[in-house]
């Protein structure tokens, strides 16, 4: 199975900061990466797909990148409503795998 | 609109059985393949199934494999998963989503409890 090590786990940022979360394949997986944000009590909100494409309506300020084996996913002058908890998956080849996700809070 | 509704959920005693529903609008169903995912309480996202279009394919996640089956009835829009066996660690709450390359949509999920 393929592994998507995540981090960090907690990612404290204050409200205008730029972030970047990253995951890491331990298998090629070509561009079949998403991300997703997930609130409290929300089901899970797709926010790049493609691992570079921004899905819709998704603010500009979030952007998705590989190098490698490495996927980041970027946010640019944090607000407040992007306090949340940060998910990749990988869906080249089953099972799919999610990485273990990075809690972003204010710091 | 795209909608997914799941249920079935509960509370159930470890190694009993339960069946989960989603039923599907707004799009065509017997064209898309569907998804089962779960979390943990206080946990991180799990995939735990996968049904072709036309449940000529299913994959499964080890977790589950041979416990949990999925299966789809196209004529009636819905998504199931049955679940044998169930252990403690089963606990979650449980997504039906339909994935595209552009877009996903997700049920607002059922909560399922496995305790004596």
């Known amino acids: 199975d393929i592994q998507m090590t995540q981090s960090p786990s907690s990612l404290p940022a204050s409200l205008g900061d730029r972030v970047t979360i990253t995951c890491r394949a331990s298998q090629d997986i070509g561009n079949y990466l998403r991300w997703f944000q997930q609130k409290p009590g929300k089901s899970p909100r797709l926010m790049i797909y493609?691992?570079?494409n921004l899905a819709a309506g998704v603010p500009s300020r979030f952007s998705g990148s590989r190098s490698g084996s490495d996927y980041s996913l970027t946010i640019n002058s944090l607000e407040s409503e992007d306090m949340a908890i940060y998910y990749c998956l990988q869906h080249n080849e089953y099972p799919l795998t999610f990485g273990s996700g990075t809690k972003l809070e204010i710091k | 609109e795209v909608q997914l509704v799941e249920s079935g959920g509960g509370l159930v005693k470890p190694g009993s059985s339960l069946k989960l529903s989603c039923v599907a609008s707004g799009f065509t169903f017997s064209s898309y393949g569907m998804h089962w995912i779960r979390q943990a309480p206080k946990k991180g996202l799990e995939w735990i199934a996968l049904?072709?279009?036309?449940?000529?394919?299913?994959y499964y996640a080890d977790s589950v494999k041979g416990r949990f089956t999925i299966s789809r009835d196209n004529s009636k829009n819905t998504l199931y998963l049955e679940m044998n066996s169930l252990r403690s660690e089963d606990t979650a709450m449980y997504y039906c989503?339909?994935?595209?390359?552009?877009?996903?949509?997700w049920g607002q999920g059922v909560m399922v409890t496995v305790s004596s």
């Open positions: 493609g691992a570079t």
């Open positions: 989503a339909k994935f595209s390359w552009e877009a996903d949509y």
């Open positions: 049904i072709y279009y036309d449940s000529s394919n299913k």
